[in-house]
């Protein structure tokens, strides 16, 4: 049996941050808000420039405000409702009506619908083509709610599957097709889930560990091996 033991990766990662706001219109929307003085972002964009990240993250990193409460303010620029949606829960059918691939592309996740709508959250709502397919495909008039990049990543991460769940369906699936348990395993698909993996996770290399019994997977994330 091909078996895979899959370490979670947990370690840190800088944040990369695809916002519809640049910094200036970040530190004109923070003042018009009142959450900061205008000496306070003034620090903030010394350090943001200093250690070369964007002003968004400089915030939430030093721990100045969070990123719900950025996420809310620029939902309110942009006229929109704001949505955590790692705090809603998701019929897993609704959520994978845009694959995975897509919904991270395009930081843009679908969490509900009724009768008439399909619930859509997004980070750019630049990406009109992709809510006219959505609305297309699904026969519904599409509901743009705003939610951050990092809530969407961490939802998209919530609602994907494990890689040794991915790699249990694949072989499932072999047997179905060819009836036999001692068949090889489908290889070339377990590798491209492997690999997959590994983009998302942004690991810099593999380690692919034999044992007797099973395969253990382990991937290197900023210099760490999992």
């Given at each position: 049996i091909f078996m895979i033991y899959f370490v979670s990766l947990t370690a840190s990662r800088s944040f990369l941050y695809h916002m519809l706001v640049q910094d200036n219109q970040l530190k004109t929307l923070l003042l018009k808000s009142k959450v900061m003085d205008e000496k306070s972002i003034l620090e903030l964009s010394f350090f943001a420039k200093n250690s070369h990240v964007p002003l968004y993250q400089a915030a939430i990193e030093r721990g100045v405000l969070s990123d719900q409460t950025i996420g809310k303010i620029i939902a309110d620029s942009l006229r929109l409702p704001f949505i955590e949606v790692s705090k809603t829960i998701i019929p897993e059918e609704i959520f994978?009506?845009?694959?995975?691939?897509?919904?991270?592309?395009?930081k843009t996740i679908i969490f509900g619908e009724d009768?008439?709508?399909i619930k859509i959250a997004t980070a750019n709502t630049d990406y009109t083509e992709l809510f006219s397919m959505i609305a297309k495909k699904t026969s519904k008039k599409p509901v743009l709610h705003f939610a951050t990049d990092l809530d969407i990543?961490?939802?998209?991460?919530?609602?994907?599957?494990?890689?040794?769940?991915?790699?249990?369906?694949?072989?499932?699936?072999?047997?179905?097709i060819t009836g036999s348990l001692t068949s090889d395993a489908p290889i070339i698909k377990i590798v491209d889930v492997i690999l997959s993996n590994a983009i998302d996770a942004a690991a810099s290399d593999i380690h692919i560990e034999p044992s007797e019994n099973d395969v253990r997977v382990r991937y290197r994330i900023d210099g760490i091996l999992h």
């Open positions: 994978h009506l845009i694959p995975e691939k897509v919904a991270r592309k395009y009768s008439k709508n990543d961490t939802t998209i991460q919530m609602y994907r599957k494990d890689l040794q769940e991915a790699v249990d369906e694949l072989i499932k699936e072999n047997i179905l």
